[in-house]
């Protein structure tokens, strides 16, 4: 008995001499190439802000949507292709209700995130496939009503985060703002405003340039109104003008030795 | 094989793949389950080795089954009584047959209908039970194990297995008890009795149950329920067991014989002596004899 099997010159995804998956590492830059994501853990709340690039003049707006529901109480945003996002949500969402089927029960956050690290890691070690382009951020809420964040990336691992940033032009500034400004029992409000604040680091200021989701316990997700973002953001930028004034008086006008 | 000969079944050939396909952690999978290979496993299975009630008549050697079992919840838990008797036709092959499959420690199932068929599911349930715990970090709920069961049955629906099963446990909802069997009914309930032994045992239950029974009081009565089924029923008897299920997991609280139980309880009264005309005649005739 003689096998055939179609003769690939190579698998797609294969190591390095030096031990890299250089496809998993091309496709976290297509993450990169992607428009930012932000999530923020608050003491009661997940806010997950994501940047909207310009859109164009014929294009409805509404058709692009980087925030989705996974399920009920599980909400996710992507960076990366949009293309590649949508078949993982979709297969992710179909998971979650199998799941609903089998064990009478919502499935938790970190099920869901690891299902979806899961996916993405199969599609690393197969022959005949390339990686997911995506990061996603999944936000929700343990049995406990503990707030969670969960990561997932192109190479599959997945992990919790008190707040993080992935995609867009400079997703290291991002991640260090919040670094620098994430404290722990923030309110709703805070929560908010960090996500704004982060997202205006690297997008242009403007609701038109943003959505943001706010998901409480027992309570569905809710989208910010463009009224209630561009409030934020103006009382954002009424705080940093009135930081920089005080920076100019405080100094000298003219200093002479 | 001799056995194959008893069991009437002719020759056919074996395979090991049976190939199950379910997505995701809940897959049978793994599981390589020897069927025979022919055009309608189901059919073959069925005719040849159906050992649901009365379907085995015609064969020399008939499958073990014959039972009651009985669980009820109350306030305090759950109650698991089961007799032990295993018949095979009218040959009573075993009466010390154990028909609590102690899952894990927070989880009981009950075994009625085929023994086979139950002991080997149950073990299987066990299985994908402790894969859960490892995966989730946490124990399955009730309803989630008696889930995967129905779903395992009803891949092998048709195929003549018997199995009639209540799965229960203490879970983050609290007490649970469910009822599943061989053609994947899957039924919630407070009460429930299964085997040839059950009506006498519903008879009992349906009687004195309460919401608000005592520790106690709930044990006497699975046992009394018990002790009257296998009075009744030929296929039921041997030793009953009883467990209790509370919220640290399940105990095991009593194991007795029935027959001695029911005759604590209803002692045979002793024949009144003959009168003495009739003694001495009958001495007599034996005499001629």
Known sequence: R??????????????????????????????KRGSSVVGVRGIDCVVLGVEKKAVAQLQDPRTIRKIAKLDDDLTIAFAGFTADARVLIEKARLEAQSF????????????????????????TQRGGVRPFGVSSMIGGFSKDKLPQLYLT???GTYSAWKAYAIGGRSEKAVQEFLEKNWSANLSEADSIRLTVKAL????????????????????????????????????IEREQEEAKKSVAESAPIDSTV | MATFDILNIGSAKWDRSHPVNFSS???????????????????????????????????????????????????GGVIVSVDSRATQGNYIASNSVKKVIEINPFLLGTMAGGAADCSYWERDLGRQ?????????????????????????????????????????????????????NDATRIHGDIFSVGSGSTY????????????????????????AIMHATH???????????????????????????????????????????????????????MEL
């Open chain 1, 2 to 31: 003689y096998f055939t099997k179609m003769s690939y010159d190579r698998a797609i995804t294969v190591f390095s001499p030096d031990g890299h998956l250089f496809q998993v590492e091309y496709a976290m830059e297509a993450v």
């Open chain 1, 100 to 123: 609903r089927l089998t064990c009478e029960d919502a499935p938790s956050i970190e099920y869901m995130a690891r299902f979806i690290a899961k996916m993405q890691q199969s599609y």
């Open chain 1, 153 to 155: 990336d192109p190479a």
């Open chain 1, 200 to 235: 205006m680091e690297v997008v242009d200021s403007g609701s038109k340039n943003m959505d943001l989701a706010v998901m409480k316990f027992g309570v569905p997700v809710k989208m910010v109104t463009s009224e209630e973002l561009q409030e934020v953001i103006s009382d």
């Open chain 2, 25 to 75: 952690e809940f897959s049978v999978g793994d599981n390589e389950f020897m069927l025979p290979a022919v055009e309608n496993r189901a059919e073959f299975c069925r005719n040849n080795f159906n050992a649901e009630k009365g379907m085995d008549q015609d064969r020399e050697l008939k499958f073990m089954k014959g039972t009651t079992t009985l669980a009820f919840k109350y306030n």
């Open chain 2, 129 to 181: 039970c402790r894969i859960y715990e490892l995966r989730n970090k946490e124990r399955i709920s009730v309803a989630a194990a008696s889930k995967l069961l129905a779903n395992t049955m009803y891949q092998y629906r048709g195929y003549g297995l018997s199995m009639g099963t209540m799965i229960t446990g203490w879970d983050k909802t609290g007490p649970q008890l469910y009822y599943v069997d």
């Open chain 2, 201 to 224: 045992a519903y008879g009992v239950l349906d009687n004195y149950y309460r919401k608000d029974l005592t520790f106690e009081e709930a044990v006497e009565l699975g046992k009394r």
């Open chain 2, 232 to 286: 009744r029923d030929a296929m039921s008897g041997g030793i009953n067991n009883v467990y209790h299920v509370g919220e640290a997991g399940w105990t095991k609280v009593w194991s007795g014989d029935v027959n001695e139980e029911y005759y604590r309880h209803y002692p045979i009264a002793t024949l009144p002596p003959a009168p003495e005309a009739v003694a001495g005649a009958m001495e007599e005739k034996r």
